[in-house]
């Protein structure tokens, strides 16, 4: 940061331990606790992993470096900061200011930006010789160049005039962002969810999107021309037929079969089709379906009873399976990115006195799944990639999982 260096406070380990207790005591409503104001400090290098600083204003902070993974900065005033090579993974920064911060190959791998402002912006400070001065990095403000924000949730952030360029957002949800003008050259957003996202004037040139879910994205605004969108998703079509039947009376029809104990209607095989145009299928009876290799992408399931289906290959990113049956199911090599699978039942389906069928998982991905409360004895996970699942109170007894090639985010200790 070329600020003058009268600008930067230093603060010693005791001070700052200090402060963090007294915003505690703040955020808790307690006597004597106090907001913290961290503005202009020089916590460059510093450990704040797993720090409560929701609110804390860290106007022009010197961060770069810093350790941060799982800090709570929900509201934060991070204005100007220099988070540059700042580890901070599955941090959340819900509705935080980052105006005119330089982000330039910070670690935001599974953060929670939803909300965020991250436009351009500059401080201007008060100088007694020279009036106002601009207080402002070695590159322009606003920038996430070469930043590592995979997994990301940016869902409706304000990144209009942002420089992200060669930045990864691989699978991050930026639904709803407003990227206009946004300059993401060679730019990473293979499986991104950038549904209903402004593009408008964006620097797309060279940016890989691969399998990327741009639903609701006006391409008249925004020049696509050398962007790679192998297995791209447009907007759900509006009608889908089924052996000559439109797709709702196809299941419709499955559920008629269920209710019947299969004397009406038929077994819904739907191999490769796009169920988006249900809209929902929240509550619906298909034990038995056969979808290999279908979309689901955004989906409302919850509840949907599901025992035994056929749901190997499919997309299912950002799915609601909230309290969904899925005892038995095929999900092999499925793609359940950020799926919410709460209190979902994945354990086996008893088809006899000694014989059940597991729920098998086998390759299928859930990245940034919500597992919490989710019953998942004996299911198979088999080289699944679970990076950044959220597992609290998921029953994972006599469950098979390959162990993970790199161990996970290090125990949060306490800011020193």
Not at 130 to 158: M, T, V, W
Not at 242 to 250: R, V
Request: net charge neutral; with cysteine.
């Amino acid at each position: 940061m070329a600020a003058a260096p009268n600008l930067i406070r230093m603060l010693d380990a005791s001070v700052l331990r200090e402060t963090l207790n007294a915003h505690m005591q703040y955020i808790h409503g307690r006597p004597g606790g106090r907001r913290a104001n961290l503005s202009y400090c020089d916590l460059s290098e510093r450990s704040l992993e797993g720090a409560d600083l929701s609110d804390a204003e860290l106007t022009g902070a010197r961060l770069s470096g810093a350790l941060m993974a799982r800090t709570k900065l929900d509201r934060a005033v991070l204005f100007g900061c220099d988070l540059r090579n700042a580890d901070l993974r599955e941090a959340s920064l819900v509705k935080a200011d980052l105006r005119g911060a330089c982000l330039r190959g910070a670690n935001l791998s599974g953060a929670d930006l939803a909300g965020c402002d991250l436009r351009e912006g500059r401080i201007a400070l008060a100088d007694p010789k020279a009036g106002l001065r601009i207080l402002k990095h070695e590159k322009r403000p606003g920038e996430l160049d070469d930043a590592i924000l995979s997994g990301a949730n940016l869902a409706g952030a304000q990144m209009s005039g942002t420089l992200a360029q060669a930045a990864d957002f691989t699978n991050a949800n930026l639904s709803h962002a407003v990227l206009t003008g946004a300059r993401l050259a060679k730019a990473t957003l293979d499986g991104a969810d950038l549904s209903g996202a402004d593009l408008a004037q964006a620097d797309m040139r060279g940016v890989s999107m691969r399998r990327a879910v741009l639903a609701g994205v006006d391409r008249n605004k925004v020049n696509l021309s050398t962007a790679d969108l192998t297995g791209a998703l447009d907007a759900a079509p509006d009608m889908v037929f089924i052996d000559d039947m439109p797709l709702d009376e196809a299941v419709a029809r499955h559920q008629a079969w269920c209710a019947s104990d299969g004397r009406e209607g038929g077994v819904l095989r739907a191999a490769n089709t796009d169920f988006r145009p249900l809209r929902t299928m929240a509550g619906r009876r298909l034990p038995g379906l056969g979808a290999a290799g279908s979309i689901f992408v955004g989906l409302d399931m919850t509840g949907a009873e599901l025992q035994g289906a056929d749901l190997s290959n499919c997309d299912l990113r950002a799915v609601s399976l909230k309290g969904a049956d899925l005892r038995g199911a095929k999900l092999m090599g499925a793609d359940l990115s950020r799926a919410n699978l709460r209190d979902a039942n994945l354990g086996p389906l008893m088809v006899g006195a000694d014989r059940m069928l597991r729920t098998d998982l086998t390759r299928a991905s859930l990245r940034n799944a919500d597992l919490r409360g989710a019953i998942c004895w004996r299911a198979r996970f088999l080289e699944a990639d679970m990076a950044q699942a959220r597992l609290e109170g998921c029953d994972l007894s006599l469950a098979e999982l390959t162990p993970p090639a790199n161990a996970d985010v290090p125990k949060i200790g306490t800011a020193s």
